[in-house]
């Protein structure tokens, strides 16, 4: 169930019990009352495709607080591994992880919360080896390939709820990250897609995207498959990201690098085997501040 060809001509999943949305919020409210275990006489993969349908709502309640938590639960919980494969490659297609790329408005939820159905997938992946290693690589290249094409990177946004695209984004790179399929070569590309997003200059980061960021950058670090060097080099770029001279797009990359490179000093310093890196981070966060010597 993959492509075009699993939709009908108004658009929606051709499986799925087709419940009107009102209705699907109902039973979601009371899915969530019992701890989002599967009431009588529901078929969870079912229902998971007709979430699949509104999983870009734009009323943050049914899409985050219902949609998204019981899918969620029911990758890991309840459905069979190749269910859980279509709901992949559903997530994965055109009508929800690239519908609308490079548009500012309200289609990046349906993108934003499609990458977390991704991250809960490749998470039961880690402990059910659903996918094979060819195609654990077209799906890693890509989400690499929509997170650094991803452009409406709001958070939280008033009447609709998150959005959160750089975290939910950052979410599943820490998944891939944590595949032991995976060696330098796709830590480093996770590297680059993650040094992409902090260093933007049009969007400031004001709901912690920075912290979901490092996560990844962290688990990258534990595998301990890059050379200590090679992570002190890539710090280092910081220093020297491209500015244009004009504001407020210069002061936006600084601060969006800055913090970036706080929280990773934070989330490191207590932990000695990663001393040099602490130390790195600290000599880059002195040089790029506008008040050490105040």
Known sequence: MSGNNCYNNQGRLKRGINMERNKLKELLKEIKKNDFKVLEGI?????????MNYIGDLEGELRDRLIFSTISNWIVNE??????????DIS???KHLFYGLGEVNDTVFTRTFSSLIVAGSIYRHRSD????????????????????NE????GYIKGNGWAHGAAHGADVLDEFARCEEFGSKEMRKILEAIYKKVNVDYYSYVDEEDERMITGVVAILERNLLDELEIIDYIKRFKNVTRKGI????????????????????????KPKYQNITDTTKNILDEISNFKNM
């Not at 078929?43 to 979430?51: C, Q, T, V, Y």
């Not at 459905?79 to 992949?88: A, G, P, R, S, Y």
């Not at 996918?131 to 077209?138: C, G, I, M, R, S």
């Open 79 to 88: 459905l069979k591994t190749d269910e859980v494969h279509q709901i992949l």
């Open 247 to 270: 504001q407020p797009e210069d002061m936006t990359l600084q601060v969006n690098g800055r913090n970036f490179l706080r929280s990773l000093y934070f989330r490191i310093v207590d």
């Open 43 to 51: 078929n969870p993969f079912e229902l998971s495709l007709e979430m």
């Open 92 to 94: 994965l297609d055109d």
């Open 151 to 154: 452009r409406d990177l709001r």
């Open 129 to 148: 080896k659903y996918l094979n290693k060819e195609e654990l690589e077209e799906i890693f290249e890509k989400f690499i390939k929509y997170y650094n």
